[in-house]
């Protein structure tokens, strides 16, 4: 019911397509083809309320994608040297307990047109998870420890936007000032005129420029008011994300809505190879109004983590199973796998 543009004041039209004649049923077409005809009646809801709620609904269905994997980062993860997304993708791996171990994100660009464009920059989704839940912890256990490092953060933020705030507010006094002025200059060169002590020439000429300054002013005041209203959203915004973050503190789990509520970006680079012969992975987490804090760096966890070792169902031995799924010993799933070969040749 929310899909339906009608609810914003707009006419949906044409929400099948016409398939071929014979099977007399059309395809169900996605609300992002609907065609609509906007504003033929006023609608319940604000044009922008159902856009945001369309857009919600539509990264919802986006993020139930690879076999059942919620993707929490979704319009948020991006790739660091292209700006491109990363897409989250079934690593086609032997199944595990947890899907999150089953999927990777990798550079659209690079998924799309291949290493001409971008390189993988792949990661494991639970190294990002892991990573990105830590980050947020680090920085919970900052803002409710550390008050001097807020407060060095929230000065650093806020203080170029505060001085420059001082001569804005300045400026804008005198544009006010100057705008009085010309009304006063306005009205008596008016007097002038209908007392007859200036000619029609002058007049004209005299009002013609007091006129242009008067809209220059004029946009000028627009421009400085709302830079002014953007630094003091700004630094509440600032003040405010340092208060919320401190709400987060000991944070277990995550999801897409604490994920849009703290973070704007995350920006995942290249694995690199340093001389040692680790690797590692820069991630930048680009937060609300706060923006980047620090890189983190990460070590990719190896495509094939063992798995907890676990108990044979048939003999009991312990071993360590190559998926989730397994259940025997690689003895005991041998001699099954001959046993069940041998029914189906004595049945052929
Ligand atoms: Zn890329
Ligand atoms: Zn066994």
């Not at 000065?155 to 400026?171: I, V």
């Not at 340092?242 to 809505?257: F, H, M, V, W």
């Amino acid at each position: 019911m929310l899909r339906s543009p009608i609810y914003a004041g707009n006419l949906a039209g044409y929400k099948r397509i016409a398939a071929n004649m014979k099977s007399k049923k059309r395809p169900s077409k996605l609300p992002e083809e609907w065609e609509v005809i906007p504003d033929t009646h006023e609608g319940i809801v604000t044009q922008e309320e159902f856009d945001t709620v369309q857009q919600l609904m539509t990264s919802r269905r986006r993020e139930q994608n690879a076999g059942g994997f919620e993707n929490i980062f979704s319009g948020v993860i991006k790739c660091a040297d292209c700006g491109y997304a990363m897409r989250a993708a079934s690593a086609n791996r032997r199944k595990r307990p947890d899907i999150i171990d089953c999927v990777q994100y990798t550079c659209n660009n690079y998924g799309r047109y291949g290493n001409v464009m971008c390189t993988a920059h792949s990661i494991e989704a639970r190294d990002l998870f892991n990573a990105v839940l830590a980050d947020i912890n680090r920085f919970a256990d900052m803002a409710v420890n550390d008050e001097k490092a807020v407060r060095a953060i929230e000065r650093r933020l806020t203080e170029t936007d505060q001085s420059r705030a001082k001569s804005l507010e300045k400026e804008k006094k005198k544009l006010n000032k100057r705008l009085a002025e010309l009304d006063r200059l306005f009205s008596s060169l008016y007097e002038d005129k209908v007392m007859e002590r200036i000619t029609e020439r002058n007049f004209e000429m005299m009002s013609g420029k007091y006129q242009k300054e008067q809209l220059e002013i004029e946009a000028r005041l627009k421009e400085v008011t709302e830079t002014l209203n953007d630094s003091y959203e700004k630094s509440q915004g600032v003040r405010d994300f340092l208060s919320l973050i401190r709400n987060y503190q000991g944070l277990k789990e995550l999801d897409a809505t604490i994920i849009n509520a703290l973070i704007d970006k995350i920006l995942v680079s290249e694995r690199e190879k340093l001389a040692d012969g680790t690797v590692r992975q820069e991630i930048k987490i680009y937060y609300k109004f706060i923006g980047f804090v620090g890189e983190l760096h990460i070590t990719p966890t190896k495509r094939w983590t063992a798995l907890k070792p676990k108990n044979c169902t048939v003999c009991g031995v312990e071993y360590v199973p190559s998926s989730g799924i397994s259940k025997y010993c690689p003895a005991c799933a041998k001699r099954i796998q001959r046993e069940k070969s041998n029914e189906s040749k004595r049945r052929s």
